[in-house]
């Protein structure tokens, strides 16, 4: 079994600072790691993923996270926030092999403020 | 774009009474999924179904629920006798086998 906390349910942060938002993970067995963006009224959009080779992967709209496997972690970044970056982000996992079920975390409601 | 599409969007219904929850997965999916999402609670995995058949299903994926897929396009998900606790989002989502899951825009549920 496996499990995702994410550190922070809220982060208020001012336009066009950089912002970092927090994932840590357990399993037992090797994992998949996501983060998903929520808007307001809409489903669930993948930002990016890490499934094998550089622990740095870049996803849409300027994010990125980094994989650190001794640590059990996979941080969102973002250099420079937009106040349409407002949303809940939800990082999730899932064990490698045949096993497709996310595991998803809290959420962190990111608040982009003027 | 392709995407997964939920309906209806907003459900009502009374304590004890069946709801079907419906979706379209994109066309050229093979593995869907059903997840929900209490109110300010974490997104849960329901079930997984893939050949016409459940593949993984979790703990609270109970006889009440049930999932089908009824005519090649549609996949459904039934509760039989709701209860006010299954008063959630529901997400629908559908893959081709990657770990790449594109959600829908899900259904709220509301148990009176």
């Known amino acids: 079994a496996q499990s995702v906390t994410q550190l922070d349910s809220q982060v208020p942060v001012f336009e066009e600072a950089p912002v970092e938002l927090r994932c840590n993970y357990s399993?037992?067995?090797?994992?998949?790691l996501f983060w998903y963006v929520q808007y307001p009224n809409q489903g669930l959009q993948l930002l990016l993923k890490?499934?094998?080779?550089?622990?740095l992967v870049k996803g849409i709209n300027g994010f990125e996270a980094e994989f650190n496997k001794s640590q059990t972690s996979f941080h969102l970044r973002k250099p420079s926030v937009h106040i349409s970056d407002t949303a809940e982000y939800f990082c999730?996992?899932?064990?490698?092999?045949?096993?497709?079920?996310?595991?998803f975390g809290s959420g962190t409601q990111l608040t982009v403020l003027p | 774009e392709p995407e997964v599409t939920q309906t209806p969007s907003h459900q009502v219904t009374q304590m004890g009474q069946e709801v079907i929850l419906r979706c379209v997965p994109i066309?050229?999916?093979?593995?869907f999924y059903w997840y929900r999402q209490i109110l300010g609670q974490k997104v849960e995995f329901l079930v997984s179904?893939?050949?016409?058949?459940?593949?993984?299903k979790s703990e609270i994926f109970d006889d009440q629920f049930s999932v089908e897929r009824p005519d090649g396009s549609n996949f459904t998900l039934k509760i039989r006798s709701t209860k006010l606790e299954d008063s959630a989002m529901y997400f629908c989502?559908?893959?081709?086998?990657?770990?790449?899951?594109?959600f829908g825009p899900g259904t709220r549920l509301t148990v009176t």
């Open positions: 179904f893939y050949n016409n058949e459940i593949s993984e």
């Open positions: 399993s037992s067995v090797s994992v998949y």
């Open positions: 066309s050229n999916h093979l593995y």
């Open positions: 890490y499934l094998s080779g550089s622990t």
């Open positions: 989502a559908s893959n081709t086998g990657s770990y790449e899951q594109y």
């Open positions: 999730a996992v899932c064990q490698t092999g045949s096993a497709r079920q996310l595991t």
